[in-house]
């Protein structure tokens, strides 16, 4: 592998004079690094995770469908070769897209082990238009073995890992039914940004019962105290066979309007600090056929846009309030 041109030279995250409206998007992290936005490719290569597997009596995250979050999961029947050269086929042909990360998403990826951690990451680096790697896993399943191999990959590419946080609070992680706890999380974010460079994202679900603003609020002043990279906003939804649905239709839970949804985007990027990007600010449903509610989770741009003229309207944007001293986070001590 020609290892010097798949590094790029990270560049300090923007502080640019925001307007309402704005935010700073993972897009423009991208083109500022990659100077194009490189298209992200998932893949399936782990099909366990220690929730479906029963360790420590442990069970099926409440909102994850049988695919394990999947974007694609009929792919799973092809090897990782050539799910990557179908879809670098795919995205040339439709986008003209010629420069690629590779996203290990489904399930936990790090249950796979080393060893097969690295061949997966050998295949992919294999492909010349692969530019990176991106990794999902959960807090509790990033060994020191697991630590060793970031660094020593993230010397030779662009390499990210996105952690499936969710929550700071250890009440809203026990109704998800996460099996980690906040604390846990924390811990595991400052290890890895004390023993490697890797870019640093955690994924968030926002949506949860009795959630509160000043829990939003210390959820932002959190992240940006813990100086992380990246996030990605989820709205809690309800997928077909799984335990949210059983809720949903026992009318245990209610998932969160659009007009209810968009304030609390507006409210965490408000106290975001400027120099995180952020991914997405709402689930999409890639699957419509297992969307149950809410309908608007379908309709990707229309979202996008409701959250950015709920901003404007109010003239918000990404890090307004970030540095208030009114109050610091109190559930956890950082
Ligand atoms: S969300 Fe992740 S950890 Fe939870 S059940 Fe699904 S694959 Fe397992």
Request: hydrophobic content about 35%; glycine content about 6%.
């Amino acid at each position: 592998m020609n290892s010097s041109i798949r590094k790029p030279c990270l560049h300090t995250r923007p502080f640019d004079a925001m307007t309402p409206g704005s935010y700073h998007s993972i897009g423009d992290f991208y083109k500022k690094n990659f100077g194009t936005k490189p298209k992200k490719i998932p893949v399936s290569i782990a099909d366990d995770c220690p929730n479906r597997r029963g360790l420590k009596n442990m069970e099926t995250c409440i909102f994850c469908d049988v695919w394990g979050s999947a974007a694609f999961p009929e792919q799973r029947n092809l090897d990782l070769k050539n799910q990557i050269q179908e879809k670098i086929e795919y995205f040339n042909k439709k986008y003209k897209s010629s420069t690629f990360l590779i996203y290990f998403q489904a399930y936990t990826s790090t249950f796979l082990g080393v060893k097969g951690l690295r061949q997966s990451f050998e295949i992919a680096l294999g492909f010349p238009q692969v530019k990176g790697i991106v990794i999902g896993t959960r807090p509790d399943c990033v060994s020191a073995a697991v630590l060793d191999l970031w660094r020593e990959y993230s010397r030779k590419c662009f390499f990210s890992v996105e952690l499936g946080v969710q929550s700071f609070f250890d009440s809203k992680l026990e109704f998800l039914r996460r099996g980690h706890s906040a604390e846990t999380s924390i811990a595991i974010i400052k290890k890895i940004k004390q023993e490697t460079d890797v870019d640093l994202g955690i994924h968030l679900i926002f949506g949860l019962p009795e959630e509160t603003d000043q829990e939003i609020i210390e959820t932002a002043k959190m992240i940006s105290k813990l100086d992380l990279d990246n996030v990605k906003l989820h709205n809690l939804h309800v997928l077909k066979n799984t335990p949210l649905q059983k809720l949903y239709e026992a009318g245990q839970f209610t998932p969160m309007s659009l007009e209810e949804y968009a304030p609390k985007v507006g409210l965490f990027l408000q106290y975001l600090s400027p120099k995180i990007s952020v991914h997405r600010l709402a689930a999409l449903s890639s699957r419509w056929d297992e969307l149950v509610a809410p309908s608007w989770t379908r309709h990707k741009m229309e979202t996008y846009q409701f959250i950015i003229n709920h901003m404007k309207a109010k003239g918000i944007y990404q890090g307004q309030l970030y540095g208030l001293q009114e109050r610091v986070p109190s559930m956890h001590s950082l």
